[in-house]
């Protein structure tokens, strides 16, 4: 038997198999934990949080103590990929797996069927606008910009004011201000900010100070009090809607601004760390060093930050580039990645002296990764 044969034998004692009249359909089966790939989403009405990872998307309704996968009522895997998951208006939009398929959930992505969107252009971005004037913005990969307000029933064209074949990078609403859109926006050789108060109709660009051209999935937070906040290249923020731009320090992108005091933010520093400013962003304080590993000796490299909404500010969730989610609760982080099962597993075993047991190899000699898991089940 050669071993391509071996790993799958291993593989299907591993898996079980759910059975229909047409298909076997395989299910995971841990280790739990991965690698994360997009931004955590918030139901900002109900809490139910969404991280998406390289095994797809997963929901938590328990403020992540436990996770599973959302793609009921699907026929392929949602997307996992930046800027792709939105909630809001009693509603979630995500793209899926094909980009160029939008789906609709109204049961905080428990089940989810397709809107009016169907291609053929791929999908680049989302952001759904507050209410009572919500819309619905899909960014098309080679270029445009269409809005919804039926809730993704119909689309119309918007966007005037944009450079000529502009693509976008991130692109986040207030969900509080009607209306108000910030975008990172390529075109003309540069990717900068670009604004809009009406929905997407039309935009103008933002005043950074310094002016340098940005990461396009720079991360967008709007906080308290009309203040945004932007970390990828650098660490940006805004006191007067996203119109101008004062740079701060450097950063990565991962950005969470307090709900209810405008001063107070969380943040990737440029050293892969969680900071707190409790002043605007300058001064912060690290609060992840040490805490957030990877393996014994190993920071996890942490990927974005969320604050939980109903905890009043101090619940932090982080997703890590290969090792699931942390959560802080009480000043002290601990994985929280049960049922969330995104591990790239590279090599398989069977204990040659312990009948059942499984070791599954996910280290290489480049990332700060767990390395070996091992199941007796």
Request: proline letters at 5%.
């Amino acid at each position: 038997m050669n071993r391509f044969n071996l790993v799958a034998l291993i593989c299907a004692a591993m898996l079980p198999t759910v059975s229909t009249a047409q298909q076997q359909l395989w299910t995971g089966a841990g280790p739990d934990g991965g690698t994360m790939t997009g931004p955590i989403v918030v139901d900002p009405a109900t809490g139910v949080l969404f991280v998406q990872t390289a095994a797809g998307t997963f929901r938590s309704g328990n403020h992540g103590a436990t996770w599973s996968l959302a793609t009921g009522g699907l026929g392929q895997r949602l997307a996992a990929s930046y800027n792709t998951l939105v909630a809001g208006d009693g509603v979630m939009y995500s793209v899926g797996a094909a980009c160029s398929m939008l789906f609709r959930s109204i049961d905080d992505g428990l089940h989810w069927t397709p809107t009016g969107f169907d291609g053929p252009a791929c999908i680049d971005s989302i952001a759904l606008t507050a209410e009572p004037t919500s819309s619905l913005l899909v960014a098309l990969r080679g270029g445009g910009l269409l809005a919804s307000t039926d809730r993704g029933r119909t689309f119309a064209e918007v966007g005037r004011g944009l450079p000529a074949g502009s693509r976008f990078g991130s692109m986040k609403a207030s969900p509080s201000t009607p209306g108000l859109l910030v975008a990172m926006v390529s075109g003309a050789g540069m990717t900068s900010v670009y604004r809009s108060v009406d929905s997407g109709d039309s935009w103008s660009p933002a005043t950074l100070v310094p002016n340098f051209s940005q990461f396009p999935n720079a991360r967008f937070s709007f906080g308290a009090g009309g203040r945004i906040y932007m970390a990828g290249q650098s660490f940006f923020r805004s006191d007067d809607g996203g119109a101008v731009w004062f740079e701060i320090e450097g950063s990565r992108p991962g950005v969470a601004a307090h709900p209810t005091e405008p001063d107070t933010v969380y943040f990737v520093g440029s050293d892969g760390n969680l900071k707190r400013s409790d002043i605007g962003g300058p001064w912060a304080e690290d609060i992840s060093a040490g805490q957030i590993m990877a393996n014994s000796t190993d920071a996890a490299q942490i990927v974005d930050v969320a604050i939980q909404p109903t905890s009043g500010g101090d619940d932090l969730l982080v997703t890590t580039e290969y090792n699931g989610v942390f959560r802080r609760v009480d000043g002290a982080w601990a994985p929280s990645n049960t049922g969330l099962r995104a591990v790239s597993i590279r090599a398989l075993a069977a204990h040659p002296r312990a009948a059942g047991t499984v070791l599954a190899g996910e280290a290489d000699g480049i990332s700060a990764l767990h390395g070996i898991y091992r199941s007796a089940k």
